[in-house]
């Protein structure tokens, strides 16, 4: 079944099509973040001005046309309000227009459900690090089936504490994996770490490590910033891991994509005998053919959403939402 996936959620308008679970096209327009961080009214104006030419690219890439798509579907949420409203309306005017069914997909789990395919995994421990999100998850199958969020951030998410930094330190770019760069020639100062039970918390280690710029080496500052938080992630996982009967460990969301990120996990699963997988970086940033391939499962299993109901949600909890 053809089914185009249109993701709205943040910076990036993305419009993926999927059939069977492969993926024809996965293209994206980003909206470049300045210092002063993402504008609601801003972004949700390049998406306008950029949804167009994305989804031509995309059925172009894909070597089709409007015709031969069979279901349409959009994030819901969690996400930017004005964004998500731009996916919204681009995907129910599609469907409106084609006469075909369309479905409502959870961004979170949108994520994690590519990283699992890609990685080939079945019942994973799911450590989900992005801008908005940082979560430790797992399926439960009751009262619906669901990712059971086993740990999660009490504040920010990893991604938004490391661009955070990162613009006050006026790198450039403002981005976590500028502040990978500089962190490779860095050592450990002393940072806050805190980790409660499965729960962990960012905001006094950006406090701390924002409060050293200009005073410190930002080597050193990058190196730190990044390390306490990523053992952080870690020490959460590793306590979800002995708590469950999960072999698997599956990295995903922007922040997966980070190298230092992978070889810590990777050291855990090899030290535990672990499987750990996660997709290839396009499908860890935020991406259209996420949302379509979820889609395409919900709407092969008759779960599609009538137009009317078709809404977004900004706080959509991964949690809340039901896995087919
Ligand atoms: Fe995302």
């Given at each position: 079944m053809k089914v185009l996936g249109i993701e709205s959620s943040a910076h990036t308008f993305g419009v993926g099509i999927v059939d069977k679970g492969r993926v024809l096209a996965n293209e994206k327009s980003m909206y470049k973040i300045t210092t002063a961080g993402m504008i609601p009214a801003e972004v949700a104006d390049f998406h306008i001005e950029h949804a167009a030419g994305v989804i031509d690219n995309a059925l172009s890439k894909a070597n089709l046309s409007f015709d031969d798509i069979q279901g349409v579907c959009y994030t819901?949420?969690?996400?930017i309000g004005p964004c998500l409203q731009v996916g919204q309306l681009s995907a129910k005017t599609i469907a409106l227009n084609l006469g075909v069914k369309i479905t409502t997909v959870n961004h979170c789990v949108a994520h994690i459900e590519i990283a699992k395919h890609f990685a080939k995994q079945k019942d994973p421990i799911a450590l989900y690090v992005s801008g908005g999100n940082s979560q430790i998850l797992k399926i439960k199958k009751?009262?619906?089936?669901h990712y059971h969020v086993l740990g999660e951030t009490f504040d920010i998410g990893v991604g938004n504490m490391l661009d955070n930094f990162a613009r006050s330190a006026k790198l450039?770019?403002?981005?976590g994996s500028t502040v990978a760069k500089y962190a490779k020639d860095g050592r450990y100062l002393d940072m806050p770490y805190t980790v409660k039970g499965m729960d962990f918390s960012f905001t006094g280690l950006l406090t701390r490590a924002t409060s050293l710029i200009g005073k410190e080496k930002i080597e050193d500052l990058c190196f730190s910033i990044q390390e306490a938080s990523f053992s952080m992630l870690c020490e959460a996982l590793e306590r979800a891991l002995m708590l469950t009967k999960s072999k698997e460990i599956c990295a995903c969301g922007g922040v997966a994509q980070s190298e230092r990120l992978r070889s810590m996990l990777s050291e855990i699963a090899k030290e535990h005998n672990f499987k750990f997988g996660y997709a290839p970086d396009q499908y860890n940033a935020d991406n259209g053919a996420m949302i379509a391939f979820v889609g395409e499962r919900n709407l092969k299993g008759k779960h599609h959403v009538p137009l009317e109901k078709c809404t977004i949600d900004q706080k959509f909890r991964t949690d809340l939402a039901t896995v087919y």
């Open positions: 819901k949420g969690p996400g009751t009262p619906h089936k450039n770019p403002a981005w």
